[in-house]
């Protein structure tokens, strides 16, 4: 099976189980995605114009509530299609961290 046809295979395999789960119940609370639209207090939140530090910043931010990497590549199958990848990790914390 060629890359292009397994990686169709694999999204739409993942979209049909997806639409498989049982109904959740509607939120009308303000809580958004992943609990994301309530307080976080606690944690250091984003501001503009944030200096970039390099090489520190290649790393995890664990003052922070969430943050994600992505990874992206252009590919090329074996009969010479272009094909694109994307790989993406998300970091949620559930509690400020302590400080001793």
């Known amino acids: 099976m060629n890359l292009r046809r397994w990686l ?8 049909t189980l997806y639409g498989c789960g049982e109904e959740q119940p509607t939120n009308t609370s303000s809580a958004g995605f992943a609990g994301l639209g309530q307080a976080a207090d606690g944690f250091q939140h984003a501001e503009p114009n944030q200096a970039i530090r390099f090489p520190q910043d290649h790393a995890a931010h664990p003052d922070y509530r969430i943050e994600w990497w992505y990874l992206t590549a252009n590919l090329e199958d074996a009969d010479g299609m272009p094909l694109g990848l994307q790989w993406t990790l998300f970091r949620q914390a559930l509690m400020p961290q302590r400080t001793p």
Do not use: A, C, Y
């Open 8 to 15: 169709s295979l694999l999204i739409s395999s993942s979209l």
